[in-house]
T-cell receptor, first 114, second 108 residues
């Protein structure tokens, strides 16, 4: 298996633009997690899906952020409109059956909002 | 809300020595703790999970302890090697809350 796949790997955009990050979890995993990592705040959970259903979205900063998981093999995280404070590395992770199982992280998307 | 703290300063040790990293938490009683390793520019990689009823867990040169009274987990790497240099993160089970990590530097 190729592991968790994220795209793009790097994204540079201007404030106010819409940004869409994509994730393909490991086949057979039924849990998917989106995290954001910055030096100041560390690794923070944004949202957690189980069987394509959002279970915990308490970490989503505000209405500008939205996430979807239309099927078991694809998820998106959208920021609209983007702001400079959204600059961070965004990780997607998947696990076999929930957070108690080993989470496999993707390589991350480094987002820079100018 | 729950809080998790790891040594913020980097830990520098000599090759061959044992490295000990600390993870403290408050306002929560996790059923388990996880430890991850993160290399620069990469996502975290899972190392070990320890449950509240397990005092100690080992995997090769790694050892994790879990003291629910002290609300603390210790992560040990014995016979450390330069290749062990990385940032190590702990995560509170059930909350998906990660510490900010401790950077370990092992010099030859």
């Amino acid at each position: 298996d190729a592991g968790v796949i994220q795209s793009p790997r790097h994204e540079v955009t201007e404030m106010g633009q819409e940004v869409t990050l994509r994730c393909k979890p490991i086949s057979g995993h039924n849990s998917l997690f989106w995290y954001r990592q910055t030096m100041m705040r560390g690794l923070e959970l944004l949202i957690y899906f189980n069987n394509n259903v959002p279970i915990d979205d308490s970490g989503m900063p505000e209405d500008r952020f939205s996430a979807k998981m239309p099927n078991a093999s694809f998820s998106t995280l959208k920021i609209q409109p983007s702001e400079p404070r959204d600059s961070a590395v965004y990780f997607c992770a998947s696990s076999l059956a929930g957070p108690e199982y080993e989470q496999f992280f993707g390589p991350g998307t480094r987002l820079t909002v100018l | 809300s729950q809080k998790i703290e790891q040594n913020s300063e980097a830990l520098n040790i000599q090759e061959g020595k044992t490295a000990t990293l600390t993870c403290n938490y408050t306002n929560y009683s996790p059923a388990y703790l996880q430890w991850y390793r993160q290399d620069p520019g990469r996502g975290p990689v899972f190392l070990l999970l320890i449950r509240e009823n397990e005092k100690e867990k080992r995997k090769e040169r790694l050892k994790v302890t879990f003291d629910t009274t002290l609300k603390q987990s210790l992560f040990h790497i014995t016979a450390s090697q330069p290749a062990d240099s990385a940032t190590y993160l702990c995560a509170l089970g059930g909350t998906l809350t990660f510490g900010k990590g401790t950077m370990l530097l092992v010099s030859p």
